[in-house]
């Protein structure tokens, strides 16, 4: 299943194929058990911290369970899922925000990890510490990032202060407390780690263009742009369309920066949907209603995933 | 379709790593025509956008508190006797330390085992055990805090680094999983083969054969559960709550968190966490563009 090649048919494949004739050498009882023993603490872990977690979400989803309400808990049935729909207008603000969050960042990713992608694929003096260079915030962590994008933005000895030396805006300016630009202040943190996530994949696959397509391309005469369009965005669909999806997933759950950087605020200005729930379930006890809105997230996030990889033909051969 | 996910985008990075070197030569004699100031102008401009940050940081870490200077001098190591000392950072780098090597092992490891049955064998829950993997992929870390929460509760493992690993382990696993099956698959079966046909066993031949040939996707697959378990904040914020069992971000966001930021501290503890990442980053780089190239999907 793992293997892109077509295979044989079933009976053909448990004579033919090496990973069968392997297993026939050893003997048969031990060879069959041997996978599932190998996969096994892999499975348990996983059983363990993941599917019983999960578990426990979707059934504490039909509860009320709230810890400084115990007398509330016991069987709720659908009401948290029809409170969420119906009657919590921060459900549908987190979930405006996420989405607009999301596609801001993957879109502008995209875009500079294709031009730096393409920039650094060219042949130059430098270009291997060029390279160590652009790609090292790739690294640092959510936090970090805030700590060091706090030292950039505080309004006495920031960035601002030395702008406005310079007679440029005025002093004390404080991007992250002001209603109007704190969304482009945090996006800017998040571009500054992200790009290099897209540099990244893009260049590893850029590589594998077969250098003959361009040569036959210049031959025919197409120019730079023509080739870029015709021979470059092809190859990379399928890298773009995985690459944009697995970060638009982790754009969406991740909320290590956005928690540190403006704790959601100001006002609620930049509270995400998990950030929302991370609310919910831990600073207000309300743990059923957080689960509702943690399964009600789950599925839209896979939702629109399949949705996504349907619409953008993924996989497709038009390579 | 979520299947496709791996034959198309995931399994097979892995095997564009031995064509690494000959993709660099193909790269070039595309961009002849290239003039050399649309190289150097765009690239010195995001270069500048990436270093201006990390400098920042050095400078507000080094220059004496109350400083305005832009470049670091009078240097003083104040800030970072202070965050080491007063602030509990050299305990907080020694747990970092426990949690990212314990979690590099331990993900390793698993990988390693899993990874092989799935190159390697035939077996009836393989699509499912797959299908997992990659499904695992869309559960949020962060809602899955509180379950995660009560299970360690029940087993006693609250405010300890234990918790800790295995949380950071769990979500690192499935897509090192993936990369590692994917390294072995570029290995032959051939190779194996030839070692039982001279009297070795499946594990002797592996640890002899397959092992040493693993060697780059090892590294590259074991710097990034280190990296990430080293920067990853919120299970370290939720499980660990006595001040002496703190990792290193949890310390930074108190200090972000503080009523009045001191922000030469800060500077100083941003500095401590960058260190050993940037040096892991430093080592894997060469790997990064072809083996690792899967593996940083995660972030």
Known sequence: ?319 | MTTALAEKGLAPAPATAPDADKGKKRGRGIDQGVPRWQIYLPLALYLLFTLIPFYWMLLFALRPAGSTSLVPWPMTGEHFAKVWNERSFGIFFQNSMIVGVSSLVMTTAVALAGGYALARFDFKIKKGFMLALLASQFIPGALMLVPLFEIFKNLQMINSLGSVVIAETVFQLPLSMILISGFIKNVPVSLEEQAWVDGCGRFRAFCAVVLPLLRPGLIAVGSFAFVHSWNHFLFALMFLSSQDKQTIPVGLNTLIGADSVDLGALAAGGVIAAVPVVIVFAFIQKWLITGFSAGAVKG
């Not at chain 1, 069968?20 to 996978?35: F, H, I, W, Y």
């Not at chain 1, 960042?105 to 652009?134: K, S």
């Not at chain 1, 700590?147 to 004390?172: K, V």
């Open chain 1, 1 to 319: 299943m793992a293997d892109a090649v077509a295979k044989p048919p079933r009976v053909t494949r448990r004579r033919t194929s090496r990973t069968s004739r392997m297993s026939g050498t050893k003997g048969k009882g031990s060879a069959r058990r041997l996978p599932y023993l190998l996969i096994a603490p892999a499975g348990l872990l996983m059983l363990g911290f993941i599917a019983y977690p999960m578990l426990s979400v979707l059934y504490y989803s039909l509860q009320n369970y709230n810890v400084t309400k115990p007398w509330r808990n016991g069987y709720a049935g659908l009401d948290n899922f029809t409170k969420i729909f119906t009657d919590d207008p921060q459900f549908w603000d987190t979930l405006a925000f996420s989405g607009k969050w999301v596609v801001t960042e993957v879109l502008l990713q995209l875009v500079l990890g294709l031009a730096l992608a393409l920039l650094i694929n060219q042949t130059f003096i430098g270009r291997g510490i060029a390279r160590a260079l652009v790609f090292s915030p790739w690294a640092v962590s959510g936090v970090l990032t805030t700590t060091i994008w706090m030292l950039l933005y505080n309004p006495s000895t920031g960035i601002s202060r030395y702008l406005a030396d310079a007679g440029i805006g005025s002093y004390g300016t404080s991007v992250l407390s002001d209603t109007g630009t704190v969304f482009w202040a945090a996006v800017l943190a998040e571009l500054w780690r992200g790009v290099p996530f897209f540099a990244i994949l893009i260049l590893a696959d850029l590589q594998s263009i077969p250098k003959d397509l361009y040569e036959a391309a210049s031959v025919d005469g197409a120019g730079r742009m023509r080739q870029f369009f015709h021979i470059t965005l092809p190859h990379l669909k399928d890298a773009i369309i995985l690459s944009t999806l697995l970060r638009g997933v982790w754009e969406f759950n991740n909320v290590d920066l956005l928690y540190t950087l403006t704790g959601g605020g100001p006002a609620g200005q930049t509270t995400t949907l998990p950030l929302y729930v991370a609310n919910t379930g831990i600073d207000g006890h309300d743990f059923g209603y957080a689960s509702a809105l943690t399964t009600v997230a789950f599925v839209i996030l896979l939702f629109c995933s399949i949705l996504y990889l349907r619409l953008s033909k993924f996989g497709g051969d038009n390579k």
